[in-house]
DNA sequence: ATGTCACAGTCCCTGTGA
């Protein structure tokens, strides 16, 4: 079973490039993140041409997650419960595993509101998946908005007292791993410098000027199970990239 | 560090968010 995280930075933009990434790489599961769409303008019928089933979780103008699945799509949940007017968060179980798209909240700077609704919604995920079905899979995936490590930032130097690299941030999603997932890219490549996210200012991407902020958190058993997990980098290149490329996993169930 | 992109509103530019 391979599944995909990736934030495409509005699927109306990018639908070109998310059908052509589909078709060429044929995931079973894709998570997205900021469709930047509402419901009515998701693209159920193409997505069931190419053979995926879809649930949205789109707000409009911003934000807006989907599971993409060619395995089944189930029990569906939007959302922590709270009306949230942001729409961050889907669940849906897929071929046997529990699979959420996450979206966290930038944060903006450590001083900004944004920053709060960022600790408290990390909070929030880990209740939620402390909650769960522990008889199943789980994959929690998507674009977590915060590089867990150093090596995960391209100068920790340049993110002095900034958002995505401070120590409330790394330690909320410690306390996700706490329940007991590992993030994976990290987990198999403890040493590798991959980045996930490149700023489209500066020629930040042929600098390399990144981020890994693209996570797959998932339970140990299939970590276990974990063929290879690989970031696609070619889909930052050519006409109207999106500025996060997808991560990838495949497992062997 | 700010060499970009996407969106909405009102329209061919500006403010906002990332």
């Known amino acids: 079973m391979k599944v995909a995280t990736w934030n495409v930075n509005s699927l109306t933009a990018r639908w070109f490039r998310v059908e052509e990434w589909l078709v060429a790489n044929a995931p079973d599961i894709l998570l997205i993140q900021e469709t ?3 419901d009515a303008k998701f693209p159920f019928a193409l997505l069931n041409e190419l053979g995926y089933g879809a649930a949205h979780h789109g707000q409009g103008q911003w ?31 897929c071929g046997g595993v529990r699979v959420y798209s996450c979206y966290v909240p930038n944060g903006r700077a450590l001083d900004d509101p944004h920053y709060v609704y960022k600790l408290k919604w990390l909070a929030q995920l880990r209740d939620l998946v402390d909650q769960r079905d522990r008889s199943m899979h789980i994959v ?4 977590f908005n915060v590089a867990p490590h150093d090596l995960d930032c391209y100068d920790p130097s340049v993110f002095q007292g ?17 329940t007991g ?12 410098q991959i ?7 500066n020629g930040s991407f042929h600098r390399n000027w990144g981020l890994r902020i693209d996570l797959l958190f998932v339970d140990p058993e299939l970590r276990a199970i974990t063929t290879a997990t ?3 980098r070619e889909a930052r290149k050519g006409e109207k990239p999106s500025d ?10």
């Open 181 to 192: 997932l590992v993030d994976l890219t990290w987990s198999l490549h403890p040493d590798e």
């Open 230 to 232: 690989y970031v696609d």
């Open 244 to 253: 996060h490329v997808p991560v990838v996993a495949d497992f062997a169930l």
């Open 36 to 38: 930047k769409q509402d």
């Open 140 to 143: 929690v995936g998507g674009d």
């Open 63 to 93: 934000n807006g997650v989907a599971i993409l699945s060619k395995v089944g799509i189930d029990d569906v949940v939007r959302g922590f419960g709270d009306n949230d007017p942001e729409a961050r968060l889907i669940g849906a179980t």
């Open 162 to 178: 900034a958002t995505h690299v401070s120590e409330p941030e790394r330690e909320a999603l410690r306390a996700i791993e706490a």
């Open 195 to 201: 980045f996930t996210w490149w700023d489209y200012r």
